[in-house]
């Protein structure tokens, strides 16, 4: 059992005292963000598994729980939704084979005594097409969920997402008897006041409102995280009054002024409203030896350039474009020279300086290196910040390691070294909250 918290709960360990009670319950996790000291001292005497995150995400935090459990069923559940015998009994009861996961019904209470009636509908809904929330104690095989990759890292909404995706994977299961939720809470605030919140952000939600941006709101703010959301909305309303920053628009500008009037074409976009991209030269090397390369046959002799010198070339790009400019990481393969020199560091530090002096840095690369060392690329994503890679896979290509180029009969014989790419792309996403592209 799962349960995620965050900041101090009163329930929670009344909870724990009352899952020890269980003999089908295998082991307690709690995936914590904030919770107070002594709180958690309590929670480790008991025998729960305690795992802390530095930062309130519930999706990442079921993630960090799932990752360590060792049961054959993973149960989510949240530490102010009641559990009794009976639940875990019918848990226990559902048979794996045909089942890769569901959630619990829920119990119309005391928040809206007279729309009771409308429960009989609410259960059909479930069954038929409804979300599982995670008030509703999802469950899932274990196996199951880590071939799903677990749950998007979303600090809000992550039970919407998850639940599509569930409901797409296989079989599902509603269980009796209903589980019910604390109520208190929601009775102080206004039950009707709380339900049409929660509408509303769900809508906003399937309209594409991220759920940093749902989260931030839907919980209260404090002081320095208001000033954080006013200088954002200050810097939307900046780019709606002026779209095309004004460093950039004087460096078009100088850029359209210095051509010959022959050049310029009265309809033209590029290079005169907006830049495409540049390029540095991180590196020469490459270890494939391709059909139709187009490095010269001493690349691989050409020592890559010192970290001042690629510096330089970024910095040069930046003048020439100026802000938000792209930015290739190009060359030979660059990921493939720096991990065999040993200057991993240096292609993180790359990156890093490119969004640091306001270019967009896109690493180029064949991606056999990274898919080999995937702790590499999730440095370059987490440490550096890298979002952009542009991996080249193709029938060209001699070196690929299990695909002889001889051997490679049409591009759908390369389409398990694309895969294997974007696997790693979405597991460092789903682990560590980030997006590569």
Not at 26 to 32: K, L
Not at 180 to 190: P, V
Request: aromatic fraction near 10%; proline fraction near 5%.
């Amino acid at each position: 059992m799962i349960i995620p918290v965050w900041g101090g709960n009163g329930t929670l360990v009344p909870l724990i005292q009352s899952l020890q009670s269980f003999p089908q319950v295998r082991e307690v996790i709690i995936s914590a963000a904030g919770l107070p000291p002594n709180v958690a001292c309590k929670v480790k005497s008991l025998g729960a598994i305690f795992v802390e995150s530095a930062e309130p995400n519930r999706g990442l935090q079921l993630n960090r729980g799932a990752e360590i459990a060792s049961a054959d069923w993973l149960l989510f559940h949240h530490a102010d939704t009641g559990l009794s015998s009976k639940h875990v009994a019918a848990l226990a009861e559902v048979d794996s084979t045909n089942t890769v996961g569901g959630a619990f019904y829920r119990k119309f209470d005391e928040r809206h005594p007279h729309l009771r009636w409308l429960e009989g509908f609410e259960r059909w809904h479930s069954r038929a097409f409804g979300t599982f929330y995670g008030d509703q104690s999802i469950f899932v095989r274990r196996e199951h969920f880590l071939k799903m990759s677990g749950f998007a890292p979303l600090p809000l909404m992550e039970d919407v997402e998850f639940s599509a995706r569930l409901r797409r994977s296989g079989k599902i299961r509603l269980l009796d008897p209903p589980v019910e939720s604390c109520a208190h809470n929601q009775i102080q605030r206004g039950a009707w006041r709380v339900t049409l919140r929660n509408l509303i952000f769900l809508v906003l939600f399937r309209c594409g409102v991220s759920a940093e941006r749902l989260h931030s709101w839907y919980y209260s703010i404090d002081s320095k995280d208001a000033v954080k959301v006013a200088g954002r909305w200050q810097k939307r309303w900046q780019a709606f009054r002026q779209p095309i920053d004004p460093e950039k628009s004087r460096v078009l500008k100088e850029r359209w002024d210095s051509l010959p009037d022959s050049l310029k074409l009265p309809n033209q976009i590029s290079g005169r409203h907006l830049t495409h991209c540049g390029f540095i030269l991180g590196a020469s090397y490459c270890s494939f030896h391709c059909t139709h390369c187009y490095l010269p046959k001493n690349a691989n002799r050409v020592p890559i350039p010192s970290l001042a010198d690629v510096k330089e070339q970024i910095d040069a790009n930046r003048r020439f474009q100026g802000p938000g400019g792209g930015l290739q990481i190009t060359g030979g393969d660059v990921a493939d020279a720096y991990w065999r020199a040993g200057r991993a560091d240096e292609l993180v530090e790359i990156v890093r300086y490119a969004y640091q002096v306001g270019v967009v840095p896109m690493l180029m690369t064949h991606g056999q290196t990274l898919v080999e060392h995937p702790e590499f690329l999730r440095r370059l994503v987490v440490e550096g910040g890298l979002r952009q890679i542009s991996v080249h896979i193709d029938m060209t290509q001699a070196g690929r390691h299990g695909f002889p180029i001889n051997q490679v009969k049409s591009e759908a014989d390369l389409h398990p070294v694309r895969e294997a790419f974007t696997d790693l792309a979405w597991r460092i996403r789903y682990r560590d909250g980030t997006q590569p592209q």
